[in-house]
């Protein structure tokens, strides 16, 4: 099992930006994928972005070209650097990580950080 802290998230206005951390502790093993999932009120979780030990990554479409994904993994820490903020990007994003590339049955979480984009 990894611990994952997460840190960032808050209230924005349309157009800016925000940046989330997500730390993990544990097992290197277990974070072979790091990234993020949101889930809005009344709405299903969806993926957000992923990045693996690698580099290589994954973005929703509907965060490409405005979200930024990174990792250090000599941290064992993973950023979502997110732009051009708008109000359909309000909510919560957990962190997680993850062993396997695909899937999140073997999954560690966050504790959920709020993202609200609001004038």
């Known amino acids: 099992q990894v611990q994952l802290v997460e840190s960032g998230g808050g209230l924005v206005q349309p157009g800016g930006s925000l940046r989330l951390s997500c730390a993990a502790s544990?097992?290197?093993?277990?974070?072979?994928?790091m990234g993020w999932y949101r889930q809005a009120p009344g709405k299903q979780r969806e993926l957000v972005a992923h990045?693996?030990?690698?580099?290589?990554?994954n973005y929703a479409d509907s965060v490409k070209g405005r979200f930024a994904i990174s990792r250090d993994n000599a941290k064992n820490t993973a950023y979502l650097q997110m732009n051009s903020l708008k109000p359909e990007d309000t909510a919560v994003y957990y962190c997680?990580?993850?062993?396997?590339?695909?899937?999140?049955?073997?999954?560690?979480w966050g504790q959920g950080t709020q993202v609200t984009v609001s004038s």
């Open positions: 544990g097992s290197i093993f277990s974070t072979a994928v």
């Open positions: 997680y990580a993850s062993p396997l590339v695909g899937g999140t049955d073997f999954a560690s």
């Open positions: 990045i693996t030990t690698g580099g290589n990554t």
